[in-house]
Every structure is written in structure tokens, then in C-alpha cells.
């Protein structure tokens, strides 16, 4: 994870938008898809893990009554503090403990291929300590990711870590991108 993360941080460097979040229209979409794939219109406490600045949080926050997000750059985590005032925004890089917060939605947006093996393994259980009953929203870049793990690869080694904790079932899926949503505790 060191090289990842000092990659991470050398992207950050520059901007605290180094993805273009906030003018994209491919990023924007995907923000409305997956506000879309969601199942409620109001969630108690929401988790994202790999929040980066917040861009998705700013289109999520809105349909939760406490959204926390967590993110290895610290450039990032105030980029998020600033999008989004009233969310809860730290610092952690995983695997570290998760925070606690009943939280009934949990969001992995193009995260998991910044993680090992082992890693994404032990996040399934992780999830399911902090929110035994959330739903998941988990988005994937399907095309080059420059990390050692492309997106399809991590979400396979993710569903496989969930086995009997969840069954993650594709909500859409554009060639560049999927999302796949599950719930904690319901599996088929």
C-alpha cells in the first residue's frame, strides 16, 4: 500500500481534484447513477470508504441524516470538509479500524483495486462489524486502473470475501463502469 499511497498523495500534490470530479461529465453521470442505485430515499448514517474529495459524498449526503467518509489523503479529506459541510470526513488509510455509526449504506467507489488481495479479503468482515444490516453500493472502473489490481479483478476478490455475508447483484453496467449493490445479512 506505501507505493499506492505515495501515488495517491503525488496526485493530490498538485489539485484537490486530480480526477476532474467536478467538471466531468463521465464523473457526473456516474454521480447520478449512482445516487440512482440507490434503494431509499433516506438513509440514518452513511460510510464511504475512499471518499477522495468528497464529489460523491456532495450528491449522497443529501439522502442521509449523517454521512461520514474516510480517505488516505489528507488534501482530499479537506477537499470533502469543504464540499460538504455537514458530513464527518477523517483520515485512515485501510485496513484500519472503520468507524462506528449504525450505518445503514456503504459506499465503495472505485476503491478496492487500491487494496491487496489479503486486503479486500478481510474488508467484507470489517463491513459487516461496523454495519451488519447496511446496504452496499459498490462502483468499479472497468478500464485501466495503473494499479496492480484492475477494477473486475477487485470486485471478484471482494464478492468472494462477501460470500455468505452478501450477494452484491449488478445494477448497471456502461463498458467503463458497473455498479453493484447488495445488502448485509441478505443472502440468497
Known amino acids: 500500500m506505501t507505493a ?4 495517491l498523495h503525488q496526485l493530490y500534490a498538485q489539485t484537490d481534484d486530480p480526477w476532474g470530479f ?17 434503494t431509499k430515499d433516506r438513509y440514518h448514517a452513511a460510510l464511504e470508504i475512499g471518499c477522495g474529495n468528497g464529489a460523491l459524498a456532495r450528491h449522497l449526503a443529501p439522502h442521509c441524516a449523517r454521512y461520514t467518509g474516510i480517505d488516505a489523503v489528507d488534501r482530499a479529506v479537506i477537499a470533502a470538509r469543504t ?25 465503495l467507489s472505485e476503491f478496492l483495486y487500491f487494496l491487496t488481495p489479503g486486503e479486500i479479503a478481510h474488508l467484507g ?18 478500464g485501466d486502473t495503473e494499479q496492480t489490481l484492475q477494477g473486475a479483478d477487485a470486485l471478484d476478490l471482494f464478492r468472494a470475501g462477501i460470500r455468505g455475508l452478501i450477494n452484491l447483484e449488478p445494477v448497471i453496467n456502461t463498458g467503463l463502469y458497473r455498479i453493484d449493490r447488495g445488502e448485509m445479512g441478505r443472502v440468497a
Do not use: M
Not at 467536478?22 to 445516487?35: H, L, V
Not at 468482515?125 to 472497468?142: K, M, S
Open 22 to 38: 467536478d467538471d466531468s461529465p463521465y464523473e457526473q453521470g456516474k454521480f447520478i447513477a449512482t445516487r440512482n442505485a440507490l
Open 83 to 107: 464540499k460538504v459541510p455537514g458530513g464527518d470526513f477523517l483520515v485512515g488509510c485501510y485496513p484500519c479500524p472503520l468507524p462506528q455509526g449504525n450505518f445503514d449504506l456503504v459506499i
Open 125 to 142: 468482515r470489517d463491513i459487516a462489524d461496523c454495519a451488519p444490516r447496511a446496504e452496499i453500493i459498490c462502483i468499479t472502473y472497468l
Open 4 to 7: 499506492t499511497l505515495d501515488h
